[in-house]
């Protein structure tokens, strides 16, 4: 049953969906067409031709103050140069691109971890699909020289409810600002060097690629670490911040790759309470060996949770990790890698736009031939009105696979 269920859905995706990009990153793109089900009203953006607003900030602005209707701002390509903020007011926004490799917003800001940057979320339900986020103020250098680098954050997230396909994140410290809230990142691309991932979000991280960048001191020189980590200064790719063990939040990477030119930990705890689950992630070699790093709260690594399950590559060899790297129960590690558990418990993924969820939630699972498609065209008008209909075939979805 749970097998057709997938079957027709995606059937029905693919009948409308265009054609894949895979990009420079290994990450591949698909615009889904039929996004607008469930769509208020859809606006333009862009530098030329027939759009409604010349740059992202103005859609924005025209958003009504406590809007409860999705509201689309379809970007064209182009570089962006703005530095946006989505007021607490602004809920249900979409930014939307054909690819992230042509629709890039960019800003060159440094040395606020809250402010800084071309995007500031500070409103609930927020999707970006196909987007880059980039910081470009550390960037210049191919090997950035450590004293030189300020926090420079491409994206600073402040609410709940967050979701993110297809999307790249781009800076050398403190890239992603996973502050407040629970997000969802699927098919992403996150860069950086120093705490990339960091701050007390509960997010879910699934198939994205994490690109480790290289960086040296200001003279160049090698001190015994640099030598041990290849001539590079090594980093951290996460610095989360859960505070207490009654709270929730904590970051979890599903099934992703870690690659890159430097070398750096997993993570180092931001506060005392700090939890990160690496699960069936493949990691080359930019992985020093000691993996973690307890940072300011050495001596209270036994309220850290920095856990590995079933990681692959390299950079996954357990021999040289910190000995106080947790091993929690196979019940614990469903709870943290089910979107269902850990960051929708109250089914809050389930009210967003009833065509991106079959498209997250399918693509991928099955293959089908236009032939097959053709001979199921009864059953997708049948889908097709049930969605727009009734959109319980979401609820049925959500629950079943």
């Given at each position: ?8 859905a ?51 602005d025209?958003v009504p ?40 917003i960019?800003?060159n ?6 402010s ?24 210049i250098?191919?090997?950035?020289p ?11 997230l ?40 960091w ?57 992703c ?26 990691m ?30 390299e ?8 000995g106080?790297?947790k ?9 943290l890698?089910n ?31 236009s ?21 319980t ?5 959500y629950?079943?696979?």
């Amino acid at each position: 049953m749970k097998f057709l269920i997938c079957l027709l859905a995606l059937s029905f995706w693919n009948l409308t969906a265009s054609s894949s990009r895979i990009s420079p990153h290994g990450l591949e793109h698909k615009q889904p067409k039929n996004f607008n089900i469930d769509i208020g009203k859809t606006v333009v953006v862009g530098q030329s031709g027939a759009t409604h607003f010349k740059t992202i900030q103005a859609a924005i602005d025209s958003v009504p103050s406590g809007n409860n209707k999705w509201i689309k701002i379809q970007l064209q390509n182009g570089i962006y140069f703005e530095k946006i903020v989505i007021p607490m007011e602004k809920e249900k926004i979409i930014l939307q691109g054909n690819n992230p490799l042509e629709v890039i917003i960019q800003y060159n800001d440094a040395g606020q971890a809250s402010s800084s940057g071309p995007m500031i979320v500070n409103a609930e339900y927020f999707i970006a699909i196909n987007v880059t986020f980039k910081n470009s103020y550390n960037s210049i250098a191919s090997v950035v020289p450590y004293k030189k680098i300020k926090v420079a954050p491409s994206i600073v997230l402040l609410a709940d409810k967050a979701w993110f396909y297809g999307c790249s994140f781009i800076s050398v410290q403190d890239t992603l600002a996973d502050l407040v809230g629970r997000h969802y990142f699927k098919n992403c691309y996150i860069e950086g060097a120093i705490d990339f991932i960091w701050g007390g979000g509960q997010s879910l991280y699934e198939k994205c690629v994490i690109y480790v960048k290289a960086m040296m001191n200001v003279k160049g020189m090698m001190n015994d670490e640099m030598v041990k980590s290849r001539g590079m200064l090594p980093g951290f790719i996460t610095a989360q911040g859960r505070q207490s063990e009654q709270d929730t939040s904590g970051f979890v990477f599903k099934n992703c790759e870690i690659k890159g030119d430097g070398r750096a930990s997993l993570g180092r705890a931001y506060r005392g309470y700090s939890r990160v689950v690496f699960y069936a992630t493949s990691m080359s070699n930019v992985i020093v060996p000691q993996g973690w790093d307890a940072w300011h709260y050495k001596g209270e690594e036994d309220k850290i949770t920095f856990v590995e399950v079933k990681c692959t590559g390299e950079g996954a060899n357990k021999q040289g990790r910190v000995g106080w790297e947790k091993n929690l129960s196979d019940t614990d590690i469903d709870f943290l890698i089910n979107t269902r558990t850990f960051i929708a418990g109250d089914g809050w993924m389930t009210t967003l736009p009833s065509s991106l969820h079959i498209y997250i939630n399918c693509l991928g699972k099955l293959a089908l031939s236009s032939v097959n498609i053709m001979l199921m065209l009864p059953l997708y008008i049948c889908i097709l009105y049930s969605l727009i209909k009734h959109n319980t075939i979401i609820y049925l979805f959500y629950y079943i696979l």
